[in-house]
């Protein structure tokens, strides 16, 4: 793969850092931890880690919430060990990615101490700060992504603050340029100490309407449903404001960029679309200026069905501008991991969609092994969106839980006690006993990525819908003289493939079931939930992949 086209056709691993690896024993994951694991992502074969920030915070949002945008929290470590994680991570052939948390900071930043301390103080316009509605209460309707309104009365200066997020996250005002230049040079620190590029936080959020209007309602809100939906967010979302700012960001990341390293910027956007893909940011020139990745969850949310996500894939395709990247996610740090959502069988068909459709994978740690998510009592709940509206099923601890490594005290994952409870099966469900089994999810990530790897059909071809029937999902891939058939049985009931969707002389070079591998003898009928790849005999891809 060329130098600066990584991010297009490599793979994304996302780290958790708190939950990865603990190195001093405080139960708490850190830099060291992440630095020593590192041969698992070698060894996975993904190109790139993503990790959640690390930087100094008073945690009420485990690190979204940032006190110095440019240093490491003691708990995970310091700037020289971070200087380490990189270098080692550049030595072993991985790009680093950092969490760039533009919309707020923490309450107890210097920026936002200032700011507070009196109308008249430098950094008063680095926030957003309105007087009281005629009645007292907060400015306008908007509310907080976690719960209340979006608004915090501050007795200090009689004015209340806005915040999309905690009240200890204020939102920064990004239409003041002073803001925006500072902000730009936070990214050129981590760049210049050699990050290959930025997941950007609610990309979408950062600038609100300049009149402060209530947000209409919602007229598909059903009484009863969470109150957050009552408004739709026109007037504090996805303005048309935020483009420039991204082509801004873009050019920041661009003076970094050479042949020989490109810096990518991977955008945390939540929208349907069109909106979406407007975040490449085509320009009447036909230039893409914008983040190279919009984050696609659309697989996050989906029905579970061939022609359900069939049509998603069809219109994602259609709807990407010429020339863009395109890419995948299966789960994150803020939802429901893909194993306990679509049950441990159809989490192996899940990750040979994920590695196997056109576009950027980025897959979630743990999801590797099928870690899936662990119920926590009610006592030991740390997150602040659960604890904020008890009882809804908001909480992301439950996919936040420690890696399990092996089985150790602990599953390796430290020498202490856990910041957050272990999975119960972690004795049996750990990389270690996992790398000893041909039939693990582990063997399967391993050896699709290993496929993925070695052919330019799937890491860089392009994508062809097929028509398989029953629940049946089919594509193929193309790339380089090659043409690869993907087929994925969604269904619970036996699948036969039309004969005519096969290749001549068909071979499986990859499938769910340990079982099935060879050429294709006669017709092909797929288990419930089987998923395989098919090349056909004598080609180039079939000598086993490098690991
Ligand atoms: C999105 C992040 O992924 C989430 O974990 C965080 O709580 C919010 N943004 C606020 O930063
Ligand atoms: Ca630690």
Request: net charge negative.
């Amino acid at each position: 793969m060329s130098a600066d086209d990584w991010w297009k056709h490599g793979i994304v691993y996302q780290v958790y850092p708190r939950s990865f690896q603990d190195s001093n024993g405080d139960g708490i994951g850190d830099l060291d931890g992440i630095r020593a694991r590192l041969n698992h992502l070698v060894s996975l074969g993904v190109d790139a880690v993503w990790i959640s920030p690390v930087y100094p915070s008073p945690m009420a949002d485990f690190g979204y919430d940032i006190s110095d945008f440019c240093d490491i929290d003691p708990r995970f470590g310091t700037l020289e060990g971070f200087d380490a994680l990189v270098q080692e991570a550049h030595a072993k052939g991985l790009k680093l990615i950092l969490d760039f948390v533009p919309n707020h900071t923490s309450e107890r930043h210097p920026w936002f101490v200032h700011s507070r301390s009196a109308r008249s103080d430098a950094k008063r316009d680095w926030y957003i700060w309105r007087d009281p509605a005629p009645d007292g209460g907060p400015p306008n309707n908007w509310l907080s992504n976690f719960g209340g309104p979006a608004w915090s009365f501050d007795e200090v200066t009689g004015q209340y603050y806005a915040h999309s997020f905690l009240k200890e996250q204020p939102d920064l005002n990004w239409r003041n340029p002073e803001v925006r230049a500072a902000m730009y040079e936070v990214m050129r620190f981590w760049l210049r100490r050699g990050v290959d590029g930025f997941r950007i936080d609610v990309l979408s959020q950062i600038v609100k309407d300049a009149q402060f209007r209530d947000n209409p309602l919602n007229p598909d809100y059903v009484e009863g449903q969470d109150t957050f939906l009552r408004w739709t967010m026109l007037h504090n979302t996805d303005l048309p404001e935020v483009q420039p700012i991204v082509a801004e960001m873009r050019r920041v990341v661009d003076e970094f960029s050479d042949a020989h390293s490109s810096r990518v910027l991977i955008g945390e956007l939540y929208l349907p679309l069109p909106r979406l893909v407007a975040y490449y940011g085509l320009n009447a020139q036909g230039v893409l200026e914008g983040v190279q990745l919009p984050f696609n969850f659309q697989l996050i949310g989906a029905d579970w069905q061939a022609a359900h996500i069939d049509r998603l894939v069809r219109d994602y395709e259609a709807a990407l501008p010429a020339g863009a990247a395109p890419n995948w996610v299966l789960g994150n740090h803020d939802r429901a991991r893909i194993a306990s959502r679509v049950g441990p069988r159809m989490a192996r068909l899940a990750a040979m969609l994920l590695l196997t459709l056109r576009g950027t994978p980025t897959l979630y740690y743990g999801d590797e092994i099928g870690m899936t998510d662990v119920p926590i009592p009610a006592d030991e709940v740390q997150d602040p969106f659960e604890k904020n509206r008890p009882g809804m099923g908001l909480g992301r601890d439950p996919e936040r839980t420690p890696m399990q490594w092996s089985a150790d005290a602990n599953a390796g994952f430290t020498t202490g006690r856990p910041w957050l409870r272990l999975a119960s099966d972690w004795r049996t469900c750990n990389v270690e006993a996992q790398s000893r089994d041909p039939d693990s999810m582990l063997a399967l990530y391993r050896r699709l990525i290993a496929l993925r790897r070695a052919c330019p059909a799937l890491h860089r071809g392009s994508y062809e819908a097929l028509e398989a029937g029953n629940d049946v999902l089919a594509y193929a891939r193309i790339g380089e003289g090659r043409r690869l058939v993907v087929l994925l049985n969604f269904g619970a009931a036996a699948a036969p493939v039309p004969q005519a969707l096969l290749p001549r002389r068909p071979l499986v070079l990859a499938s769910t079931d340990p079982a099935r591998a060879g050429p294709v003898d006669g017709a092909l009928v797929l288990s419930p939930g089987e998923g395989v790849v098919i090349g056909n005999e004598g080609a180039e891809e079939n000598q086993d992949p490098p690991v």
